[in-house]
């Protein structure tokens, strides 16, 4: 089973997530504080990771084409609804619904 070392505002957590599993669910399931608001469709950015180690995978076309109209993002920069957990990593949870001030989404589907 992967190991996800999840970093947000409130610390640092590790949590071991089902390999397949989108990543923003894998993070909020696990108590962890992650804005997302389109539902998992790759539409918004509010799910946002810093991937800091291991292999996020490759980027889906919607990924790639969303990331692309924001400015000044580098490139480990990844929306965590279109990941899919496929072995250790660690990242950095960038936006969380307390500290924005925005009510989550809808959930996105597994």
């Known amino acids: 089973m992967p190991t996800i070392i999840a970093e947000a505002t409130d610390g640092t957590q590790t949590i071991d997530a089902q ?4 990543l923003v669910l894998a993070i909020e399931d696990a108590g962890i504080d992650i ?3 389109c539902g998992g469709n790759a539409k918004c950015t509010t799910c946002r990771v810093e991937v800091l180690a291991g292999d996020a995978g490759e980027m889906n076309e919607a990924e790639r084409n969303r990331l692309a109209a ?3 993002l580098t490139e480990n920069i990844r929306l965590s609804c279109q990941i899919r957990v496929q ?6 949870v960038l936006r969380q ?6 009510a989550p989404g809808t959930r996105p589907s597994e």
């Open 70 to 72: 924001e400015a000044g």
């Open 97 to 102: 619904a307390s500290t924005t001030g925005l």
């Open 87 to 92: 072995g250790d990593l660690e990242v950095r």
């Open 35 to 37: 804005l997302h608001r």
């Open 19 to 22: 390999e397949g599993r989108k």
